[in-house]
């Protein structure tokens, strides 16, 4: 079994930042992607950011600039840097990752349970 564990999320004003992290533990063989969604009251729950195993990163149009996705592969890791937050950011942000448990076996995503985050105006 796998498990994603997320942190930082909290309360901060408009234009300040956070920086959430989710770790990977469990059975793992390797990780491919990992990935940051969100969802706010009310409304679906929506892509952010993503980083490839290779370092390659692509974000939504509505962070682009203001956020920053990253990973340390040996500790199985994505962190989410949030600068100039907007009260429009506010929701819960999950994490998501493509896990293979052993060598042979296919890829399965694995979503944490997700962390507050609240921008005050």
């Known amino acids: 079994q796998v498990q994603l564990v997320e942190s930082g999320g909290g309360l901060v004003q408009a234009g300040g930042s956070l920086r959430l992290s989710c770790a990977a533990s469990g059975s793992i063989f390797s990780i491919n992607a990992m990935y940051w969604y969100r969802q706010a009251p009310g409304k679906q729950r929506e892509f952010v950011a993503v980083?490839?195993?290779?370092?390659?990163?692509n974000y939504a149009d509505s962070v682009k600039g203001r956020f920053t996705i990253s990973r340390d592969i040996a500790k199985h890791t994505v962190y989410l840097q949030m600068n100039s937050l907007k009260p429009e950011d506010t929701a819960v942000y999950y994490c998501?990752?493509?896990?293979?448990?052993?060598?042979?076996?296919?890829?399965?995503?694995?979503w944490g349970q997700g962390t507050q985050v609240t921008v005050s105006s």
């Open positions: 980083i490839t195993s290779g370092g390659l990163t």
């Open positions: 998501n990752a493509d896990v293979k448990t052993t060598p042979v076996s296919g890829l399965r995503a694995y």
